[in-house]
């Protein structure tokens, strides 16, 4: 059985797709009634700095602002 990450998101095998300062990965959330699949992002180890903390906020609240059909809400912070 793969990964899972906060009891809830079962990390798929699969290549990963890395960032500067994160990886992306497909999981199934586990919590979900349909076993949905979503996007993980997961933090690489790092010093947290006012910058990089800055950026993530505004990455986060962009996520929460999306509204599509075809992409998943933004589920935990």
Excluded at 28 to 41: C, E, L
Excluded at 47 to 68: G, Q, V, W, Y
């Amino acid at each position: 059985m793969g990964t899972t990450i906060n009891g809830r998101f079962l990390l798929l095998p699969q290549e990963a797709r890395p960032g500067g300062l994160s990886e992306v990965r497909k999981a199934v959330d586990i919590k979900s009634v349909g076993g949905d699949h979503v996007a993980v992002k997961l933090l690489k180890q790092r010093e947290d700095d006012a910058i990089t903390r800055i950026f993530l906020e505004r990455e986060t609240s962009a996520l929460k602002a999306l509204n599509h059909p075809h992409i998943e809400p933004f589920r935990v912070r």
